[in-house]
């Protein structure tokens, strides 16, 4: 078995351990290429049946619009029960991210998705996340307890030794589970070549309407975005290391066009990816604080 | 390129653990560059005065990086042109013993630091311990901080002697010891020459190069089953990872506990039909013939696996509430959860010396080896013959708090408890265990029955303080019923009268009607679990 099989078979183990001894679990589905990668993954772990949950998309109302025309033709084509869950009282107040930064965040991410996993009871929700992805994740268990506010507690988590993961829990408290905890960028985007999985165009170089904006290139996805007095819309040959709302997320002038170009682009990379996306440099420890405030 | 490395790094507070594998990032050029940036940043506010602090890297917790300790176990992935590696950085408090266990479980390889001003401490050796205990083969000692002793080789070589000394006391086979600094860099990626006595590899080449294979495959094929899959009336298959050896289509396997045969009809590996698959693969397999399998048992071909109710195991115990013995836990073991009770305490074992001590109460991060007797019979083996049937955690029913993890040492078939025999057979029960509940642990205490053979025509000790049983009985067996009747053992046969019908555990079955023994079969699988009373 090669190295990406190794890691192909944890997360399957992980996958059909938590159908078997989890009540009710979901997949959080994000669109993007883990996203992608674990959908792969869980329809290979149950088949011939079906993954035996949900998705379950956290939409912001942000998200760029090919991602939500991506997330719209993988349910149909899959056959998937997805469910999508947005803040909209939130959003009814104008809640956006260019007024109200840390509390946008707050509010249509955080809060939102804890109110999806209360509404619908889950008791266990599979994450995406990967532990080479910034340090507070390089700590985080495989099966990770969450207590009845969903937050995670760094300094008490439950020793998971081997595959035997503690799955019992009281009412109202959760376990987020990260099947591809272990794997890398460099994992996913080989995978992803080796198993010819679709995932959103813009992690393709295209010429896009862009604004260059406080060192990052945001797009210019629709017209909610203002240009502020000194910017300009330009058309620049960019692309996505990783996606989430647009006016958040930063491009890269880039020519790679190809899943091989992209690859090889990804490897030669002076900056690892969480880099582009702004929150996470909002103050060290950030994604922790979110977490343990009930983010993934 | 060598196949990935999985190791930990471990020992004492302060010896250096996250500054050793921040140095080995920082030289090897691993680090991107935003990572430098954030490194050099915040060194600036940290606890070296400017200097690159390059614990920094792992310890990624805020009250980590508050307390300057690394509480958790943080995990590394980097790739050299020889080599991909995991590392996990572990806790050196001995508080967070556990958490440098839930490492050491992972890891193929231990990266120990001694301190060379120091030498070998007690959380060496209990680190040492604990990473043969889980299983780990591989050995480096890291004698850390040279430059702080001169790089002087008599005082290495002492320490070297007391490391040749704990590795023979542990049995431990493949040990490499290494001078080195690391916040200096000598001997880290590059040999230093200032260290010119000593001869082997610095500890990054070494790590590129050295053989992780396996001593010893394990006998035969075995499969824990995760779940059965059944998308349809027409489809039932068992799906598991391979743990050993390897399965085709038209291979006989016999499923345990029940012990039934079968033939395997097809493969599926990974979702895609296969004639064949191996070891590590994650597999669903049909069986020509309908067999009593669901989650928790075990497909085997040729592997010697038995089945057994009660084991002894080596724990580490790991909750802030001790141990209970005749206290039931949740026991996870292979794919299976089951309630399960520590008899008794053999010994445990001093982590400093390896001294066996007689102990009536096994404490937070104590060793102890332990009897421990399970609610059902089930497939399980010793750790060093069929891993992953020899790993276990108990989980505390009122908590869930994963209390211990430990690995069979030895699997009991020998009959305990109430032994009931007619000449012709011979048949143990968990009759006349006493219960009692515990006010000050909020528990319900079991003790078990000791062993003793009744006869036919033996009476029986129905009535005590902790229970009582009726004059008359049967109790539900797997092919007939086992007969009480005024208070003595008369034998087994089929169930002829209407009395109590009682499970191998004691507990009342439903209803007590002639009514076929197919009901009762049933009722018995899904009772079994004792909270239920």
């Not at chain 1, 010429?207 to 060192?215: I, K, N």
């Not at chain 2, 010994?347 to 400093?352: E, F, I, L, S, Y």
Request: aromatic share 8%; with cysteine; net charge negative.
């Amino acid at each position: 078995m090669t190295h990406l099989d190794e890691l192909e078979a944890e997360a399957i183990y992980i996958f059909r351990e938590v159908a078997a001894e989890c009540e009710r679990p979901v997949m959080l589905y994000s669109i993007g290429k883990d996203s992608s990668v674990m959908l792969h993954l869980a329809l290979r772990a149950f088949f011939p049946e079906k993954p035996p949950f949900p998705l379950l998309h956290i939409d912001t109302g942000w998200k760029f619009r090919d991602m939500i025309e991506f997330r719209d033709r993988k349910a149909a084509e899959l056959g998937l029960n997805m469910l999508v869950y947005k803040n909209e009282e939130a959003a009814a107040r104008g809640i956006n991210p260019f007024d109200h930064g840390a509390a946008y965040t707050d509010l249509m991410k955080t809060q939102a998705l804890r109110d999806a996993l209360t509404k619908h009871n889950f008791t266990a929700a599979f994450g995406g996340g990967r532990r080479d992805e910034e340090k507070s994740r390089a700590k985080e268990r495989v099966f990770s307890f969450r207590n009845e506010n969903h937050a995670w507690e760094p300094k008490n988590q439950r020793p998971e030794m081997w595959k035997l993961y503690n799955t019992i829990i009281n009412k109202g408290e959760s376990i987020r589970v990260f099947p591809i905890s272990n794997w890398t960028e460099h994992d996913i985007w080989q995978y992803v070549r080796r198993e010819g999985i679709d995932i959103v165009p813009l992690y393709f170089a295209r010429e896009r309407p862009v604004v260059r904006r406080d060192g990052n290139i945001i797009m210019l996805d629709d017209e909610r975005i203002k240009l502020r007095p000194g910017e300009s819309a330009e058309r620049l040959r960019v692309r996505f290391r990783t996606l989430g709302c647009y006016p958040l997320t930063g491009g890269y002038e880039s020519d790679a066009d190809t899943l091989d170009a992209v690859i090889e682009e990804t490897l030669a990379a002076a900056t690892s990816e969480r880099t582009s996306r702004v929150i996470d440099n909002e103050a060290a420890g950030s994604m922790e604080r979110r977490k343990r405030e009930g983010y993934f | 390129m060598n196949g990935l490395l999985k190791f930990i790094t471990c020992g004492s507070v302060d010896d250096g653990k996250s500054t050793l594998i921040g140095h080995i990032l920082y030289d090897a050029k691993l680090l991107y560059a935003d990572q430098e940036q954030a490194l050099i940043l915040d060194s600036q506010v940290g606890s070296r005065g400017g200097k690159i602090d390059y614990s920094l890297l792992l310890d990624g917790l805020m009250a980590e990086r508050e307390q300057g300790i690394t509480i958790d176990v943080a995990y590394r992935y980097f790739t050299t042109s020889a080599r991909g590696f995991i590392v996990a950085d572990t806790p050196g408090h001995e508080e967070y013993t556990r958490n440098m266990a839930v490492g050491a479980s992972f890891a193929d390889l231990a990266v120990i630091l001694v301190d060379a001003s120091r030498g070998v401490l007690a959380q060496t050796r209990r680190h040492a311990r604990i990473c043969a205990l889980m299983g780990i083969r591989r050995f480096v000692f890291a004698v850390n901080k040279m430059d702080l002793i001169g790089f002087d080789k008599a005082a290495f070589d002492a320490i070297e002697l007391d490391i040749t000394r704990l590795s023979a006391e542990l049995g431990l086979r493949h040990v490499t010891v290494i001078p080195l600094s690391a916040t200096e860099g000598d001997n880290v990626t590059k040999q230093s020459d200032r260290i010119p006595w000593h001869k082997g590899p610095a500890l990054l080449p070494f790590l590129e190069t050295t053989d992780i294979s396996p001593d010893a495959p394990e006998q035969g094929f075995y499969m824990p089953v995760q779940r059965v899959c059944r998308p349809d009336s027409t489809f039932r298959g068992f799906q598991g990872q391979i743990e050993s050896g390897n399965i085709r289509v038209g291979d006989a396997i016999t499923a345990l506990p029940s012990g039934e045969g079968a033939i395997v009809k097809s493969v599926i590996i990974a979702g895609r039909e296969a004639e064949a698959a191996e070891k590590g693969q994650p597999v669903t397999l049909r069986l020509d013939r309908e067999v009593d399998v669901s989650r928790g048992c075990v497909l085997e071909k040729d592997s010697g696996i038995r089945v057994a109710k009660s084991f002894s195991a080596s724990l580490l115990w790991m909750d802030d509430a001790p141990l209970v013995t005749g206290g039931e836990y949740w026991l996870k073991i292979g794919s299976k959860l089951l309630p399960a009770t520590v008899t008794a305490i053999r010994h445990k074992v001093d982590v400093n010396t390896g001294e066996h001590v007689t102990a009536s109460a096994l404490l937070k991060n104590e060793i102890a080896l332990c009897d421990v007797t399970m609610a059902r019979a089930a497939a399980i083996d010793a750790f060093g013959a069929h891993k992953t049937l020899g790993e276990l955690i108990l989980i505390d029913r009122v908590s869930h708090a994963t209390s211990a993890c430990g690995v069979v040492e030895g699997v009991d078939t020998e009959k305990s408890g109430a032994v009931f025999d007619d000449g012709t057979r011979q048949v143990a029960l968990e009759l006349f265990d006493i219960f009692y509940y515990r006010p000050d642990l909020h528990t319900i205490v079991r003790k078990s029955h000791e062993r003793i053979v009744y006869r036919v025509g033996d009476d029986l000790p129905l009535v005590c303080a902790g229970y009582s049983y009726p004059e008359n009985f049967d109790v539900k067996l797997d092919d007939a019923v086992l007969k009480v009747r005024r208070g003595k053992f008369t034998g087994f046969g089929p169930r002829e009268e209407e009395v109590d019908l009682l499970n191998e555990r004691g507990f009342g079955l439903n209803g007590n009607t002639l009514e076929p023994y197919e009901k009762y079969r049933s009722i018995a699988f899904e009772d079994g679990d004792f909270y239920e009373i």
